[in-house]
């Protein structure tokens, strides 16, 4: 499903992309302005800056402020933007999103997730994302999502002890 594929190349973060069905550094002006930076094994995006696509992340992925619009005063627009990771996926902020992809995944994580803040993950009209976890789910604050959620509960590796839901989440 995966547009990009966020690696490390010689400890670097590189932005990957099928050529001939092997993953290939990209160079285009598409890759550079994806809006996701690397630094410590982490990959994130923050500010008000992403590009619509599914993203396979080797490592962690952080989204946090308001990607593609939303902040200082701006209407905020859903992104279609869909994360499988084989490390943690940390989503705070007030982003706005909708699955990207035809099989409407949103994340997908080997470890764990932690959904926080005012995140919208719902339209009304007819979205149904999916949410898929290995480990353990966080979700806390305001968070809006419209689908379905699975959570396996294997032993965490990734920092979440159990499973938790506070504050005023909206989850349909």
Not at 64 to 80: C, F, I, M
Not at 161 to 170: E, F, K, L, Q, V
Request: hydrophobic share 30%; proline share 3%; glycine share 14%.
């Amino acid at each position: 499903y995966a547009g990009y594929k966020l690696t490390t190349v010689g400890g670097a973060g590189v932005v990957q992309t099928l050529v001939n069905g092997t993953w290939t550094t990209c160079t285009t002006a598409a890759c550079k302005s994806t809006g996701w930076s690397y630094s410590g094994g982490n990959w994130s995006i923050s500010g008000n800056s992403a590009s619509s696509a599914t993203y396979y992340v080797e490592g962690n992925a952080t989204v946090s402020g308001s990607p593609n619009g939303g902040g200082s005063g701006k209407k905020a627009t859903n992104l279609a933007l869909s994360i499988i990771a084989t490390g943690n996926i940390t989503i705070s902020g007030t982003p706005k999103f909708t699955p990207e992809n035809n099989a409407k995944i949103q994340f997908v994580t080997d470890k764990d997730l932690t959904i926080s803040g005012n995140t919208d993950l719902d339209d009304t009209t007819n979205v149904e994302g999916q949410i898929m976890v290995r480990e353990q789910i966080s979700i806390s604050g305001n968070p809006e999502f419209q689908g379905r959620i699975i959570v396996q509960n294997s032993t965490s590796t990734g920092g979440i002890a159990t499973n938790t839901i506070t504050g005023n989440p909206t989850l349909t």
